[in-house]
């Protein structure tokens, strides 16, 4: 039986950040999906891993992102990708965290980094006042710079269930990235791929047995 609902934040409760990446890349004729490809190279120890972890400060990420990145074929700084972060919230996306709320436990789990207003990454006030009013919907949330450790370090995850006081099984976790829903399948969790809102709606209340797909947007 289900009794939380674990939610990522980029990418699934706003739109994703690899829209904006993608906007970058052509906009600078950069090849498509290349600043994903830099994060995705040595994932575990590269500028953004230890970005993302709190291990380095900004400045020193600006260096080390443009290092990895120029090696790679087109400079990049660090402080241009940090720009890029901060998507729009979906309304139909948080209407459906509400209703989970009313029957579920939720939570927030983050990969997020030191820079911009709050926990989404907000590069203005208003946009984080927007979303503070989303965050304060989670019972908890846990974010990767506040914790030392990130997704998908499998101590993420049970540090979430932890704090909700559930077991793996106990939780549907939601991301729209394979590698972070992999380690917690293997806990025991169900997971769904964030790929669309209306897929994910549809996946959600397979799983949950309640209305979602007609929630307004």
Known sequence: MIKAVLWDFGGVLTTSPFEAFNRFEAEHGIPIDFIRGINATNPTT????????????????????????????????????????????RPRMVNALRACKERFKVACLTNNVKSGEGPGMARSAERAARIEAVMELFDVVIESSKEGIRKPDTQFYLLACEKLAIEPGDA???????????????????????????????????????????LPG
């Open 46 to 89: 590269n500028a953004w891993a230890q970005f993302e972890s709190s291990r380095i400060s900004v400045e020193e990420f600006d260096a080390a992102f443009r290092d990895e990145s120029s090696a790679a074929g087109h400079p990049v700084g660090g402080r241009q990708v940090i720009e890029l972060l901060s998507g729009e919230l």
């Open 172 to 214: 549907v976790f939601l991301d729209d990235l394979g590698i972070n829903l992999k380690p917690a399948r293997a806990l025991g969790m169900t997971t769904i791929k964030v790929e669309t809102e209306e897929q994910t709606l549809r996946e959600l209340q397979t799983v949950l047995g309640i209305e979602l797909q007609d």
